[in-house]
């Protein structure tokens, strides 16, 4: 008990030496916090897109909502139906009904040319046709400002994603459909979802306006329950009048924002992984010298009877003191930087633009302290082995 | 020059220190190629687009088709030289994650709008004479093991929802490094039969492109022709074939913004890291310093000392890690298949250096300040 406790003491007391030298080498030990920082920030910058991308395609779905693509679709934009097809899947099973009938909505899914903001280049922004029942088939649908769109009248409700990224779609704006001008009337929310990133208007409208006659893309249905879902797929998919592909919207989003937050993240990892590997040559450097520069101190207390573990370990402390602090400081920046910074890429699977904002999430931070820990224990771990292997005798004769 | 064994000598008397520098300074430098590949994949098709050609394509959004009978009519717009079109066929083989490019084109008008694209005439002769011919780029015919007589099956979810089945009659080329050869192009003669046997889409098309005559009067040939469709059902949006470029890279998002936030980030912690190493280095050799100045060294000689050193440090780096991210870029597209031209451009080398450089300029100069501003009786006492 008594010598665990004053392994302890030498731990503690050499720690301090060490951390009460650091004014003396304040250039290097700031270059060290500062690259781990750097190394921090990028991690978790990079990463915050994919999260942030990810969290807007797929927080827009329930559990217990669905979508109706034809069979061998990937995405809307490929997927096509007539009237008699998305009547029979409104009125399949496990569809909930209100008093107007089943909540199915039958939808067109097409592009627009609309200037980017920031760039003034074209875009292609998604632009949706919808049916009556579309607020009530997917959650958290609100118009935040104006109103919605006259069923029937070539009026356009905007996305807030949308809205912030692309010139003209503020309430009171036009959006330019070939020869015509539709004005915006209004502006909703779905939660951060991927419909924020979106235009609507009366699927009719939309056929009209695209010489579609009367075709859809899509059919977004409320089920019962959740549990109704089993059933309901099976009365489509053994209907011999339909030839479709039946998804829960949460999983038919997932598979839409696979691929770029695959690239995104595969890159952020990389990129970080090298960086980290230059960060851990600037830690050794710094604790390198650091040892040396006390190559006499640690001799004297090692004569003094301060054991070898108790130099390591505290090495490794200090070390890892640097990197945590560099870490934070990184996990910071990246915070300030980068949170809800307001972005808007490519969705290759429906070629169209999704709004988003990078999102810097605790998990996230979490991560980034993890990694500055590992830099900062590898970069600790050779310099401590060596101060405890000085042979004390040579290294007194330094004196 | 004759300095050059003093350099190495001191750089050489802290073999881990100097190494482990070098190697920081390498990563940076593998990560600049990398990042710099990443771009230039995805905007590379700025710098590539022919400077007389102009895209035209339908003014409410590129999904929408335009007549094929639009073609002749271009073609009689004043400083029109030749129009070609393509469509987006949109097709899958085997496995949605295979993605690349299939179009149904005319080849003679195609081949003649493109001739970065390289096809040997006995393949274009072949193709010519069958009408369920395809060619494929070079890129994707390695990729996937395709060889002249193979068939290919296609699905393509837009047109018919079927399987199409192409013969390979070619392989093309490209003419430069940059140009894009992942694409398989078949015949737009035997894809129009389909869709007129369907009774679906027969006689529209994706895009025009058009060569001018004169570059230079490309912007008024643009307006002319949005000029010709206006008030059609289906009106065009003309413009030169690197803006419409330039456009789909904004599209992705800022790249260039993106790559140069994280090499900003990267070459600052190499700075630091790099930077703390010299100081650390002039700190220890103070009285040498002094010893070169009492002997008659002038300060400028003993900064170009110093720089000297420093410089060799990142250049040695820079030049390592340039060299091994050309090796691993050589190696291919690192997402598997999601950056269809995937290398590290020759100016971006040459860049790369002249970023090595500085680098080494910049972390030396404040130790060599240092070293001037020393006098030599204090250094001298600290020996």
């Given amino acids: ?220 249905v409320r089920l019962n329950s959740a549990g109704a879902f089993p059933a309901f797929k099976d009365a489509l998919t053994a209907n011999p009048q339909l030839n479709v592909k039946v998804q829960r919207q949460s999983d038919y989003y997932a598979g839409q924002s696979e691929m770029l937050s695959r690239l995104v993240t595969t890159l952020g990892y990389l990129i970080a992984a090298l960086m980290a590997v230059g960060a851990v040559f600037g830690a050794l450097n710094t604790m390198y010298s650091a040892v040396a520069a006390r190559t006499r101190e640690i001799a004297t207390l090692r004569a003094l009877g301060f054991g070898r573990g108790a130099v390591v370990i505290a090495l490794m402390f200090e070390s890892l003191v640097l990197a945590l602090i560099g870490g934070a400081v990184g996990g910071l920046l990246a915070y300030a930087a980068f949170n809800n910074f307001q972005a808007s890429t490519m969705n290759w699977q429906s070629f169209s633009q999704v709004a988003f904002s990078f999102a810097v999430t605790p998990q996230l931070l979490i991560k980034g302290i993890v990694w500055a820990t590992l830099i900062g224990l590898l970069g600790g771990l050779l310099p401590a082995l060596r101060a405890a292997r000085l042979p004390i005798a040579a290294a007194l004769r330094e004196l | 020059m004759k300095f050059l064994p003093l350099i ?83 097709g899958i083989y085997q496995d949605p994650k295979n993605f690349f490019m299939q179009c149904p084109v005319v080849p003679e008008d195609f081949m003649a709008m493109f001739p970065e694209f390289k096809l040997p005439p006995d393949e274009m002769k ?89 570059p230079a009067r490309a912007a008024e040939v643009a307006r002319l022709v949005d000029r010709e469709f206006e008030n059609s059902p ?13 456009g789909f890279a904004n599209q992705i998002g800022n790249i260039g913004f993106i790559v140069a936030g994280i090499l900003g980030a990267v070459f600052f912690t190499i700075l630091l890291v790099t930077g703390s190493t010299m100081s650390q280095a002039v700190r220890e050799r103070i009285g040498e310093l002094g010893v070169l100045k009492a002997i008659g060294f002038t300060n400028g000689r003993v900064v170009a000392l110093v720089l000297a050193e420093s410089c060799l440090l990142t250049v040695l780096g820079g030049g390592l890690g340039l060299g091994l991210a050309m090796l691993l870029i050589s190696g291919g597209d690192p997402t598997g298949g999601m950056l269809p031209l995937f290398f590290l451009p020759k100016s971006n080398v040459l860049f790369g250096v002249g970023l090595s450089v500085v680098l080494g300029l910049l972390t030396g100069i404040f130790p060599a300040r240092r070293a001037t501003s020393l006098r030599v009786a204090d250094a001298l006492r600290r020996m």
């Avoid at chain 1, 665990?4 to 003491?9: G, H, P, R, V």
């Avoid at chain 1, 559990?63 to 096509?80: K, T």
């Avoid at chain 2, 393509?156 to 070619?170: H, L, R, Y």
């Avoid at chain 2, 737009?188 to 098309?205: H, I, K, P, S």
Wanted: glycine share 12%; hydrophobic share 45%.
């Fill in chain 1, 1 to 220: 008990m008594n010598s665990l406790f004053n392994w302890f003491a030498q731990i503690t007391s050499i720690t301090k030496f060490g951390l009460m030298s650091i004014p003396q080498r304040r250039g290097s030990v700031a270059a060290t916090i500062f690259g781990i920082a750097g190394v921090v920030a990028v991690l978790v910058g990079v990463l915050s897109i994919a999260t942030g991308f990810r969290r807007a395609m797929t927080s827009s779905g329930a559990a217990d909502a669905a979508i109706i693509l034809r069979s061998g679709a990937d995405s809307e934009m490929v997927s096509g139906f007539g009237r008699g097809e998305t009547r029979l899947i409104a009125d399949a099973p496990g569809v909930a009904r209100n008093e107007q009938g089943p909540l199915a909505s039958a939808e067109l899914f097409v592009i627009l040319n609309v200037p980017k903001r920031s760039t003034g280049t074209d875009a292609n922004v998604p632009l949706r046709g919808v049916e009556g029942a579309a607020m009530s088939v997917r959650d958290k649908m609100q118009i935040v400002e104006g109103r919605m769109f006259a069923w029937g009248r070539n009026e356009v409700i905007v996305g807030a994603g949308a809205s912030g990224q692309f010139a003209g779609l503020e309430v009171g704006g036009i959006v330019k459909v070939g020869r015509e001008s539709w004005p915006v009337v209004g502006k909703f929310t779905a939660g951060g979802g991927l419909a924020e990133s979106e235009i609507w208007t009366d699927a009719k409208v939309l056929q009209a306006a695209y010489n579609r006659g009367d075709s859809f893309q899509s059919v977004y």
């Fill in chain 2, 234 to 246: 289906a009106e065009t949006k003309t413009e030169p074939e690197g803006a419409f470029a330039q």
């Fill in chain 2, 126 to 214: 072949a193709w010519l004479a069958t009408r369920t011919g395809c060619i494929v780029g070079r890129n994707t015919a390695n990729r996937f093991h395709l060889k002249i007589g193979d068939k290919i099956p296609i699905r393509s979810p837009i047109w018919m929802n079927k399987t199409w089945e192409f013969d390979i009659v070619g392989i093309f080329d490209g003419e430069k490094k940059g140009t894009d050869t992942t694409a398989l192009f078949f015949r737009y003669d035997y894809f129009d039969e389909v869709r007129q046997g369907m009774n679906w889409g027969a006689g529209l098309v994706g895009w025009y492109t058009i060569r001018v005559k004169d």
């Fill in chain 2, 8 to 90: 190495w000598g001191n750089l050489m008397r802290r073999k881990l220190r100097t190494s482990l520098t070098i190697l920081s300074v390498l990563v940076a430098f593998v990560l600049f190629g990398f990042l710099c590949a990443i771009k230039q994949a995805l905007v590379g098709g700025v710098e590539l687009a022919g400077a007389d050609r102009l895209i035209v394509r339908h003014k409410v959004s590129i999904i929408q088709l335009l007549p094929q009978t639009y073609q002749a009519r271009m073609a009689r717009i004043p400083g029109v030289a030749a129009v070609a079109h393509q469509t987006w066929f949109g």
